[in-house]
């Protein structure tokens, strides 16, 4: 699938020096844990090939695919608790599931304005999970 990062709602905020380097890069890590754990809703069946009877495909040594996307889920789900309750409702909506700020600020009940404060605090949050610098 080819997504363009240009029209994600965490990009607009980037691109209008709404969100800083630090907080950007944080909110794009969620996002890649979010769709490489497979989170996302699934709009047909897995076309996946169907596991071999004897031995592993892959490099020796490389995680069984499974298992490395239990890895990754337990990762995302620490970073959404590192970044605690109340903040990562917006930060979900806005950087995994793509909603605008207004649309994600209208869906909890939050005044006009506030979603852009909370998002800030929390991507703060999630870059000194993910330690960024």
């Known amino acids: 699938m080819t997504v363009n990062l240009k029209e994600s709602p965490l990009a607009w905020l980037k691109a209008r020096d709404m969100v800083s ?3 950007f890069e944080a909110g794009e890590r969620l996002r890649h844990d979010w769709e490489r754990a497979g989170l996302g809703p ?3 069946m897995a ?4 596991p071999l009877a004897r031995g592993r495909r892959g490099a ?11 890895s990754v889920k337990r990762r995302f789900e ?3 608790i590192a970044v605690g309750a109340g903040l990562n ?5 806005v950087v995994c599931a793509g909603e ?6 209208k869906a909890l009940h939050w005044p006009a304005r ?4 909370v998002l800030g605090l929390a991507l703060d949050r999630l870059a000194d999970f993910y330690r960024i610098a």
Not at 61 to 70: E, I
Not at 114 to 117: C, E, F, R, S, T
């Open 114 to 117: 506030a979603g852009k404060l």
């Open 78 to 80: 620490a970073a959404t």
């Open 89 to 93: 409702d917006i930060l979900w909506r």
């Open 60 to 70: 020796p040594g490389a995680l069984d695919p499974t298992l490395a996307q239990l």
């Open 47 to 50: 076309w996946d090939a169907a």
């Open 21 to 23: 380097d630090r907080q």
């Open 42 to 44: 699934r709009v047909t």
């Open 100 to 105: 605008g700020l207004s649309h994600a600020e």
